[in-house]
């Protein structure tokens, strides 16, 4: 059984004192929730604060680069992560992909660093309108994961892949649970082809895109839907708790 994460996206968003409310609020609802993992992606400067507040949480970076050190202005490395006890990192994420070079052969880069330094990847796919429309949807999706996971050797367990269409991101318009589902589903069927049956079997996918606290249950409910990826929605307590606990009913 795959356990259900969810994870929330703070962007560039928050402060000292808005993640120690949010934390103190969260970490109390999730210490009742034993079927859920819950994850938060702070931005860097919160980590440590984050994680020296919750018990119940951990967290992930929204970011890394895929050196060990060097002359690497502004980046933050692998073991950087490592040293605050940081678990996860997304890799990938469609703003970076979009805005900050991040390419296929980058993103594949740091997520063999990820691999390499201990901190599990969220790998970060999706299509654009664009490309759904065209209807490429599943051939775009099938590259950034294999591109990013090919000749890799990983413990299925370490990986999560979130399945994010861009035109969902931030937009309010969520993809249809039936939608979504498809997609997970032939995320499996990639891993099952192209990787291994136990990949296959416990890479844990998640759903983001503009996911509610209105939206979270039916969407969870998809049988390859392995929990949220959640952005705006997890800025905000009291939604996030009803989207941990949508999961941790699955
Ligand atoms: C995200 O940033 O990964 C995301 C899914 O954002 P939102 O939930 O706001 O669409």
């Not at 860097?44 to 994680?51: E, G, M, P």
């Not at 599943?138 to 990983?154: N, W």
Request: proline share 3%; hydrophobic share 45%; glycine share 8%.
């Amino acid at each position: 059984m795959r356990k259900p994460i969810v994870a929330g996206n703070w962007k560039m968003n928050g402060s000292s004192l808005f993640a120690k409310e949010l934390i103190g609020q969260l970490d109390s609802h999730v210490q009742d929730l034993s079927n859920v993992e819950v994850v938060v992606s702070p931005p860097a400067l919160y980590i440590s604060q984050v994680l020296a507040d919750a018990e119940n949480i951990s967290c992930a970076a929204q970011n890394l680069h895929d050196a060990q050190a060097g002359a690497f202005t502004g980046e933050i490395s692998v073991a950087m992560l490592q040293d605050l006890g940081c678990k996860y990192v997304l890799i990938g994420h469609s703003e970076r992909r979009e805005m900050f070079g991040d390419n296929v052969e980058f993103v594949a880069k740091k997520v063999a660093a990820a691999f390499a330094g201990g901190v599990n990847p969220i790998l970060c796919v999706g299509e654009s309108l664009e490309q759904r429309k065209n209807g490429q949807a599943f051939a775009v999706v099938k590259e950034q994961v294999l591109s990013a996971l090919r000749g890799l050797s990983f413990d299925p367990d370490n990986l999560v892949i979130a399945y994010e269409p861009i035109w969902a991101i931030g937009t309010g318009e969520t993809a249809s649970p039936e939608q979504a589902q498809e997609v997970h589903a032939y995320i499996r069927q990639v891993l099952a082809d192209e990787i291994s049956a136990e990949a296959a079997e416990k890479v844990r996918i998640l759903y983001g895109g503009s996911v509610n606290a209105s939206t979270a249950e039916e969407l969870f409910s998809q049988q390859d839907i392995d929990g949220g990826l959640v952005g705006g929605a997890s800025l905000k307590a009291d939604d996030f708790k009803i989207i941990c606990s949508a999961a941790a009913n699955k």
